[in-house]
């Protein structure tokens, strides 16, 4: 069973930073485009941003664009989604996931990413 592991959330005043970790123990990330989600109460998940592997494209959704920056460091394993002026509207569990059929980024169909972390918590309040 293949389980990736998020860190790094947290309670930030509107404005801050956090830089959320994705991590794989005992599984490889290379060759796949990872990708972050988050869903806020009564909401569904929606994808915020996709790194490639190969040639480290990647996509963000509009609200997250010029604010957020993913990126991954194949020697460590791990993806990053550092994510600067942060707002109230940003507050979610963010959670990672692999997407075991593509290696570049696209925008994200969830159903193509079939191993996931269990989220990270995301507050931005004041």
């Known amino acids: 069973q293949v389980q990736l592991v998020e860190s790094g959330g947290g309670l930030v005043q509107p404005g801050g930073s956090l830089r959320l970790s994705c991590a794989a123990p005992g599984f490889t990330l290379d060759y796949y485009a990872i990708g972050w989600f988050r869903q806020a109460p009564g909401k569904g998940r929606e994808g915020v941003s996709v790194i490639g592997y190969s040639d480290a494209s990647t996509w963000y959704t509009n609200s997250v664009r010029g604010r957020f920056t993913i990126s991954r460091d194949n020697s460590k394993n791990t993806v990053y989604l550092q994510m600067d002026n942060l707002k109230p509207e940003d507050t979610a569990v963010y959670s990672c996931?692999?997407?075991?059929?593509?290696?570049?980024?696209?925008?994200?169909?969830?159903?193509?990413?079939?191993?996931w972390g269990q989220g990270t918590q995301v507050t931005v309040a004041s």
């Open positions: 996931a692999a997407n075991t059929l593509r290696s570049r980024a696209t925008e994200p169909i969830q159903h193509e990413f079939n191993y």
